[in-house]
């Protein structure tokens, strides 16, 4: 052992020394963070864990951060833009609030995002004997290097949410800087913050990590849609500051010339102001998570809508797989999120729950044709059929109660769904706790009468949308009516075999 450490110990001087040729300027702190690096992985190493399992659960690690990134950016936006309507208003007692909590949860995120981003950031200058003492393959170097690329990243993406939204508006920025001990909150936190995103040395090292990804990545070209692999790509590059780290100079970071941050994204805004473009949107897309490689091939589909539409009854499950989305690589298996059709006024009342209060406050969205409710990362909500049929595929499957208490059942069900609405959505993916709810654990909820199949995942038993379109594979409990694959209508004595198919792929 004393002999491997001293190997690691030996490649890491190498490495350093490495780096301080190549660097425009190399600091103390530099050499420190890189030292610690190695001695960290080595540590590691030597403790016999596998640099495989290591990676996964950094891996996962990451996405919850890069999950409760999203919906932090999505309630910070709502926020802002709220109160930069009315900029003469007085901040309310709740706006103060959530600003000071969001800030609180900001900096928990941003300390463990840090030590994702410097946890790997040496494979960039790993030497040959550090990868064979240890067996570490090209491929899994990358995708370490990946994995702290897409933290660091991911920092300067939620920064960069706070630059445009709060540095430009007084108000805002003031509040956010003020000291609050209720929530244990140092002063001057979000210009701690721009100071970081905005350090020469910091980008030149985000920079080299995204060249050596440029040069290394063709070695996933082949790589499963649904692989940790393709999840990592799509975080970098969906990325808004992806694009702007990459087109730094060294001459330009040598000589302090470039950008700030926000004056890059406040240009942004205003070049595509003058242009007719909403860059912003486009920008804020990315950045909370909504960025689309392409649209869904049912979206806009208008007959086909119309079809699906008609077709529906109440509590019909939708399950549906948007590849090109981020957030849909975070699901295990073919289908990424699940849903529940709610049914029009007329069959609310056919079943009885219409003149309930958990309905009834909800009549408006229903009557607006906003039937569906499903837990995204913002909350569980009413959505229109509309907004979700930017897919490429959607199952319906249709529940089968017993004959003899259906009634009974599709109320307590119907009732049990609407009770879900305005939920927190449950990063945890804990069907044991009721408080916060995730997708898939809607269907779970709201239909006590089945036996739902949960899997043991990190000491919590989790349902996946897969979990729930296996309850389909045999007609009971859920009968699959509908099946769109990759834009197409599976023929109905098809469709059951070929979902089956793709999940088991």
Known sequence: MKRLITIVAGIAVVAIAA??????????????????????????????????EM????????????????????????????????????????DLVTLKSGTDVYLDMREDLYDIANAYE??????????????????????????????????????????????????????????????????????????????????????????FYETQKSLFDNAHEDS?????????????????????????IAGNKFQAFERIAVDRTVEGAAGGMDVLSGLFGNSVGLY??????????????????SRLQPLDILLEKTPFRLTD??????????????????????????DELLVEQYADSINADRRIIEALRSGVQLSSLEEFMNVDDLAVLRPVFNEATR???????????????????????????????????????SFPVFDWPTEAVLGRHSISPDNVAQMAWN????????FYHDGELVAEDEQVEKMRELMLN
Request: with cysteine.
């Open 329 to 354: 690589k975070l699901i295990p298996g073919h289908f990424g999120h699940v849903a529940i059709w709610t049914g029009s006024q007329a069959e609310l009342i056919d079943a009885g729950v219409w």
């Open 122 to 211: 040496c494979a960039v200058d790993a030497e040959p004997e550090l990868l064979e003492a240890f067996d570490i393959s090209p491929q899994l170097r990358l995708k370490a290097l990946m994995l702290s690329l897409g933290a660091a990243l991911t920092l300067y993406d939620n920064y960069l949410i706070g630059a445009v939204q709060f540095e430009q508006d007084e108000r805002l920025r003031r509040v956010i800087n003020d000291p609050d001990m209720g929530f244990g909150l140092a002063a001057n936190k979000l210009a701690e913050a721009t100071l970081a995103a905005n350090s020469i040395e910091v980008r030149h090292r985000a920079r080299r990590a995204i060249e």
């Open 55 to 94: 990676f996964n659960r950094k891996l996962a690690d990451l996405q919850l951060l890069v999950e409760q990134s999203l919906v932090a950016r999505s309630e910070m936006l709502v926020i802002s833009r709220r109160l930069q309507a009315d900029q003469d208003a007085p901040l309310s007692s709740r």
């Open 475 to 482: 007609n009971v409990p859920l009968r699959l009516v509908m």
């Open 228 to 252: 940790s692999e393709a999840y990592l790509m799509q975080l970098i590059e969906s990325s808004p500051s992806y694009a702007y780290v990459k087109k730094i100079r060294v001459g330009e």
């Open 407 to 445: 009634e009974k059942d599709v109320r307590e069900a119907l009732l049990m769904a609407f009770r879900q609405v305005g939920k927190k959505y449950d990063f945890n993916f804990d069907v044991n706790t009721t408080d916060k709810i995730v997708c898939s654990e809607l269907a779970y909820i």
């Open 19 to 52: 780096i301080a040729l190549n660097a425009v300027r190399l600091s103390v702190n530099d050499t420190q963070r890189a030292t610690a690096c190695y001695e960290q992985l080595g540590e590691t190493l030597e403790s016999g864990v596998d640099p495989a």
């Open 292 to 309: 689309e490689s392409r649209k869904g091939k049912l979206y806009g589909d208008e007959d086909t809508l119309q079809d699906i539409q």
